[in-house]
Each structure stands twice: as structure tokens, then as C-alpha cells.
């Protein structure tokens, strides 16, 4: 059964860095983009951006240009959302989602990391 | 930048229809996807480019789009179909998700 497996809650202070990740399996991990979606408490979905593991392509939403750095690892099948300084803001559950196209639908998704920040 | 209106809330009585909008500037001519997220869950595909179900979502689920709206209808409502729904589109370089619309099955 093809899944994508994300890593455990995280509970960090403001200014700290993390990377969280999300592993694919059973299905051909350099044919699909994987995704980033933010979900803020008792809000709506956001896209973050994608990532494509095959040439490391990656485009981001102008709303998270700069904030954010997306990457992937073919060999451990692996893609990675990263902060270097975390604000409480960044609070949220953070889902990982493969397509096969840019435009296409998100047809898979991880079961979702929850970020908490707060000093 | 390109935005999705969906309404906040749809209620339908059991065994009803319910219809989901979500309103765009010409969506008609853009590729929109729908997702049902349950409480505490990830979201989940239900359709594809406009009206297209993959597999394990039954024919009561349904896409149209056309013009500046795009419906989701639920045939025959079940209490499983108690959500939040969300439509899609992919917009220069940006995929754009609607705000989204709570079914509540009376």
C-alpha cells in the first residue's frame, strides 16, 4: 500500500531550528512531487510548497518564499520541511502530500506532524 | 493573487443532497480537485480535475465546474459524510486551496 509516513510531534521555543520529514513507500518516490500543506489551529488548509525528488525542483508558495527550505533524499525515499528560527506563529500540524504533476491533485497524504511553539 | 469562496457551512438531512460550492474567476477553465478532512484526520482525495473519483469513493460523490463555480454534491448523505471540504486549483505557480465548508448531516 503506497504511504507517506511523517516524523512525531515536536515541541520547540521560539528561535530554535527543526526539520520534520515524511518517507514514501511502496510506489516510485522520484515520479511524484511531494507536498507541504500548513494547518493552523481551527483553520483552513494552506500550500506551502512542493518539492520533486528526482532533481530536487522545488517551488514555493510566495506566502513561505524565504521563511521555509523544502528538500528531499532519493536513497531514503525521505522529503524534509525545515526552520532555522522557529516563531510561536509556526504552530500547526504540517501534512506532507504526493502529486504527480505540478497542477495535479494531492492523492496520498502523511498522517500529519504537529509543530507546537512556545517559550 | 486567485482566491476560492467556498460557504462556511452546508446542512443536509440524512438520505438528502447536499451541494458544495466553491467560486472562482473562471474556474470553469481551471482543473479543480476536492478533499474531505474528518475530524483529527488528514485530508483525503474525493475528486479530481473537476469530476473524476479515485478508487473507494462511491458514485454518490460528484464534481461539476463550469463558469465561476464549482460544486461537489453528496447523494444520499450518510453521518460518515460529516466533514470539512475543501476544493483546490493549481493558479500561476500556486496551488490555492478554498476556505473550506463544514457538512453537517441533520
Known amino acids: 500500500e503506497e504511504q507517506l509516513v511523517q516524523s512525531g510531534a515536536e515541541v520547540k521555543k521560539p528561535g530554535q531550528s527543526l526539520k520534520i520529514s515524511c518517507q514514501g513507500s511502496?510506489?516510485?518516490?522520484?515520479?511524484?512531487?511531494i507536498a507541504w500543506v500548513r494547518q493552523m489551529p481551527g483553520k483552513g488548509l494552506e500550500w506551502m510548497g512542493s518539492?520533486?525528488?528526482?532533481?530536487?525542483?522545488?517551488r514555493y508558495s510566495p506566502s513561505f518564499q524565504g521563511q521555509v527550505t523544502m528538500s528531499a533524499d532519493r536513497t531514503s525515499r525521505t522529503a524534509y520541511l525545515q526552520w532555522s528560527s522557529l516563531k510561536a506563529s509556526d504552530t500547526a500540524m504540517y501534512y506532507c502530500?504526493?502529486?504527480?504533476?505540478?497542477?495535479?491533485?494531492?492523492?496520498?497524504w502523511g498522517q500529519g506532524t504537529l509543530v507546537t511553539v512556545s517559550s | 493573487s486567485y482566491e476560492l469562496t467556498q460557504p462556511l457551512s452546508v446542512s443536509v438531512a440524512l438520505g438528502q443532497t447536499a451541494r458544495i460550492s466553491c467560486g472562482g474567476s473562471?474556474?470553469?477553465?481551471?482543473?479543480v480537485h476536492w478533499y474531505r478532512q474528518k475530524p483529527g484526520q488528514a485530508p483525503v482525495l474525493v475528486i479530481y480535475?473537476?469530476?473524476n473519483r479515485p478508487s473507494g469513493i462511491p458514485e454518490r460523490i460528484s464534481g461539476s465546474n463550469s463558469g465561476n463555480t464549482a460544486t461537489l454534491t453528496i447523494s444520499g448523505a450518510q453521518a460518515g459524510d460529516e466533514a470539512d471540504y475543501y476544493c483546490?486549483?493549481?493558479?500561476?505557480?500556486?496551488?490555492?486551496f478554498g476556505t473550506g465548508t463544514k457538512v453537517t448531516v441533520l
Open positions: 502530500a504526493r502529486h504527480e504533476r505540478i497542477s495535479g491533485s494531492f492523492d496520498h
Open positions: 511502496e510506489y516510485s518516490f522520484t515520479n511524484y512531487w
Open positions: 518539492v520533486y525528488p528526482a532533481d530536487a525542483d522545488t
Open positions: 473562471k474556474i470553469g477553465f481551471k482543473n
Open positions: 480535475r473537476d469530476r
Open positions: 483546490q486549483v493549481w493558479d500561476i505557480n500556486t496551488y490555492v
